[in-house]
């Protein structure tokens, strides 16, 4: 967990928006994160690299945190709970839920589930779907939209959320390259708007778009900082991926 949800300006620079130091993290028996110390810059894209099972949709949990550090600490800005954009096969064909009903969802965490929306519940869903550019998607069910509609519609739930910083488990992945860089311009979009953005990725391409680029092997830091930096040769050469 966040055990200094407001960390003194001393510790972190305005810039900031997560200090992970010495963070390990995993599962019952299975230490996952090792000794992770890193700085999320705020207000920016951050992209997670690395290799299946390297780590990170831990990572993100733990930035989420529903995954609690077992030694080192993470150090959040802001007040809100992040907010958790989940795979995209993650979520249900079947579940009988219009557009407008999911993204109605990001404002559970405020309201709690099946209480009536305030206006003021209204104008954030509205605000949000307007904003990833689904309203006229309103009235049809989730299970009926191609890929690049579903994973607006999520993200457009994050957003309703109003939080500070949104989290994304592979938002591009199983998208064709237009939607892929479609998403990937509306991230750099949401950064410019005042939210700070980190998703986990398999495609370089969003990598290299992103502002910033965490990357992990085997549950340690690989390499951290401005993508063109990160994503060298060697060092994909090390993560197991072609340049
Ligand atoms: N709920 C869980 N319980 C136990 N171990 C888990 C759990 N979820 C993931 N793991 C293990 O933790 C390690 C890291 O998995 P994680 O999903 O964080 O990696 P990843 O980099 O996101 O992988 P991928 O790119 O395949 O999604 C793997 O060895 C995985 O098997």
């Known amino acids: 967990m966040f055990n200094k949800p407001r960390p003194s300006p001393a510790a972190m620079d305005p810039g900031t928006a997560v200090r ?15 000794q992770l110390n890193f700085d999320i810059p705020a207000l920016a894209v951050t992209a997670l690299v ?4 390297s780590g990170k949709s831990t990572l993100l949990g733990a930035l989420a945190g529903v995954i609690r550090p077992t030694a080192g600490a993470l150090h959040r800005a802001g ?30 965490s405020d309201r709690g589930p099946w209480r009536r929306l ?11 779907m307007d904003r990833l550019g689904v309203t006229g998607l309103a009235t049809r069910q989730l299970g009926e939209l191609s890929g ?18 949104v989290l994304l488990d592979e938002p591009t992945t199983g998208l064709d390259p237009g939607a892929r860089e479609r998403t990937a311009a509306l991230l ?27 990357a992990l092997r085997e549950g340690r830091l690989a390499g951290n900082g401005r993508p063109e930096r990160v994503l060298t040769p060697s060092t994909l050469a090390g993560l197991g991926q072609p340049a």
């Not at 969003?206 to 910033?212: E, I, N």
């Open 188 to 214: 750099a979009g949401l950064a410019a708007d005042g939210v700070t953005v980190v998703h986990a990725t398999h495609d370089l391409e969003s990598a290299r778009s992103a502002d910033f680029c965490i």
């Open 50 to 53: 690395g290799p299946n099972g």
């Open 20 to 34: 992970a130091t010495g963070l390990s993290a995993g599962y019952a028996g299975h230490p996952v994160l090792h």
């Open 148 to 165: 690049g509609q579903r994973q607006r519609v999520l993200i457009a739930q994050g957003l309703a959320q109003e939080s500070e910083l």
């Open 118 to 128: 305030t206006r003021r519940d209204r104008a954030a869903v509205d605000t949000a």
């Open 79 to 108: 007040n809100r709970p992040p907010a958790f954009v989940p795979q995209r096969g993650a979520v249900g064909d079947a579940l009988p839920l219009t557009v407008r009903q999911t993204v109605e969802m990001g404002r559970w």
